[in-house]
């Protein structure tokens, strides 16, 4: 748990998701995704995304680290690593327990099997104290693999009486529960274009669109992880 005060601090490092388009170009893209594709050390996660984790100073996006830094200021680097999805990711913030100043996510998406167009979906919401995965109402904790079940959002920062308008749940976020969206406000969403980064406060609750009833059936792309 943070106490106020780191609270009160990370507050003010807070802005609205950004996508700087055009962050890395194709040849990057291929070289990124060669470098996956050629990987022994995938894992596969309980909850079903792969996912590879880059060793930090080993030069892989150092240019990319460079081109961040130009657009939201110093930052320290804590992880790197590519995901694998064939199943979109449910409400979640990118918290680490071992970094109390944790500052911006970046996603780059690097591939996209099928022909639609996924989005990455930000709400008004935040939570201060773990990283979690929201499945308000539920009784028995689902599976997880690293961030905790937040079964109720008493904890949850700005929450939203106003349910979300109905068009936006079925264009966006066919794949979540209604429960799970009950004090949630949909503060902005972003298409998933290869070469983008999108950046975004790690704390602020986001989830994937509902990108298989997209036509979507794989999307593979990098996170950057950075504290203050």
Same mark, same amino acid.
């Given at each position: 748990?943070?106490?106020?005060?780191q609270?009160?601090?990370?507050?003010?490092?807070?802005?609205?998701?950004?996508q700087?388009?055009?962050?890395?170009?194709?040849?990057?893209?291929d070289?990124?995704l060669d470098?996956?594709y050629?990987?022994n050390?995938?894992?596969?996660?309980n909850?079903?995304?792969?996912?590879l984790?880059i060793?930090?100073?080993?030069? *892989?996006?150092?240019?990319?680290?460079?081109? &961040? %830094? !130009?657009?939201?200021? +110093?930052?320290?680097?804590?992880?790197?690593? @590519?995901?694998?999805?064939?199943?979109?990711?449910?409400?979640?913030?990118?918290?680490?327990?071992?970094?109390?100043?944790?500052?911006?996510?970046?996603?780059l998406?690097?591939?996209?099997?099928?022909?639609?167009?996924?989005?990455l979906?930000?709400?008004d919401?935040?939570?201060?104290?773990?990283?979690?995965?929201?499945?308000?109402?539920?009784?028995?904790?689902?599976?997880?693999?690293?961030?905790?079940?937040?079964?109720?959002?008493?904890?949850?920062?700005?929450?939203?009486?106003?349910?979300?308008?109905?068009? *936006?749940?079925?264009?966006?976020?066919?794949? &979540? %529960? !209604?429960?799970?969206? +009950?004090?949630?406000?949909?503060?902005?969403? @972003?298409?998933?274009?290869?070469?983008?980064?999108?950046i975004?406060?790690s704390?602020?609750?986001?989830?994937?669109?509902?990108?298989?009833?997209?036509?979507?059936?794989?999307?593979?792309?990098?996170?950057?992880?950075?504290?203050?």
């Amino acid at each position: 748990m943070r106490t106020q005060e780191q609270i009160n601090y990370l507050k003010q490092t807070h802005s609205r998701p950004v996508q700087a388009m055009d962050l890395i170009d194709q040849d990057k893209v291929d070289f990124l995704l060669d470098y996956y594709y050629s990987s022994n050390d995938i894992v596969q996660k309980n909850t079903g995304p792969k996912s590879l984790h880059i060793k930090q100073g080993d030069g *892989l996006v150092d240019d990319v680290i460079d081109k &961040l %830094k !130009d657009l939201i200021g +110093e930052f320290d680097v804590r992880a790197i690593q @590519f995901f694998d999805v064939t199943s979109p990711h449910v409400l979640h913030n990118d918290d680490d327990s071992h970094y109390p100043n944790t500052y911006k996510a970046v996603t780059l998406p690097l591939y996209i099997e099928g022909e639609g167009v996924p989005k990455l979906v930000f709400f008004d919401q935040y939570y201060y104290h773990g990283p979690v995965k929201l499945f308000n109402g539920r009784k028995k904790d689902p599976e997880v693999f690293y961030n905790q079940p937040l079964t109720e959002y008493s904890k949850l920062e700005n929450v939203n009486t106003n349910p979300i308008p109905e068009y *936006l749940k079925g264009k966006l976020l066919g794949h &979540l %529960k !209604d429960k799970w969206l +009950e004090g949630l406000s949909i503060q902005s969403y @972003f298409p998933w274009i290869i070469g983008s980064g999108i950046i975004f406060d790690s704390l602020q609750i986001h989830c994937a669109s509902n990108f298989l009833a997209e036509g979507v059936t794989r999307k593979i792309g990098l996170s950057i992880f950075t504290q203050k």
